[in-house]
């Protein structure tokens, strides 16, 4: 009966972050008066097309206490689409740990003028949930919901710039319905020039 109860407990709790992940980052609508105040955001992205020099740290088994970061080097390639609506990421880097080959597909929803950023590693195959967000003052932040080792998680990723040559690029994730975060991918690139 134990079990029964803790499996409800959980989805009732993934239910409700679900829903509350939704209202606040994918799918309203957002207030007219504060979107005439920034861009429509369709080209928030823009800046990023071309190819980048990729340094990554990675977190082993993060929302376990681990403090043991592997690091690997390697590119990025940031390919328009949908004239800026859309945009595809690859990146290849490898280090001590071995190699990972990642493709992002970011997706801009004029309705809610919000991105969805869409993961996927060759090793998996397969999409993680989305985040979703956008970029105030310079500085992208995406929310979502995923989950690791059986348990909802909120997942937070965050993109600044120092300039149009050097960006900085982190995701946490919450196991606490967001009181903390902890930092599990740094990623900092630095554009190859032509």
Known sequence: MNNVKHISN?????????????AAFGQQKPDRRAATQ???????????IGSWKT???????????????????GTTLVTKVWNGRANLVELEVSGPAGRIEGLSLRLYNPDTRQWSLNFANSAGGSLTPPVY???????????????????????KFVIKCSSENACHFEQ????????????????DDTRVKN
Do not use: Q
Not at 10 to 22: M, S
Not at 133 to 155: N, Q, W, Y
Not at 172 to 187: H, L, M, P, Q, V
């Open 133 to 155: 967000g956008e970029f105030k003052d310079g500085r992208g932040e995406f929310f979502g919901l995923d989950t690791l080792g059986g348990r909802a998680i909120l997942v």
């Open 38 to 48: 920034r861009s429509d955001g369709k080209h928030d992205f823009d800046w990023e």
């Open 10 to 22: 959980i989805l009732l709790v993934v239910l409700l972050l679900t829903f509350l992940t939704t």
């Open 172 to 187: 946490s994730f919450s196991d606490d319905a967001g009181k903390t975060w902890e930092t599990n991918w740094i990623a």
């Open 55 to 73: 340094r990554l740290r990675r977190l082993v088994n993060p929302l376990t206490g681990s403090s043991t970061w592997v690091e690997y080097d």
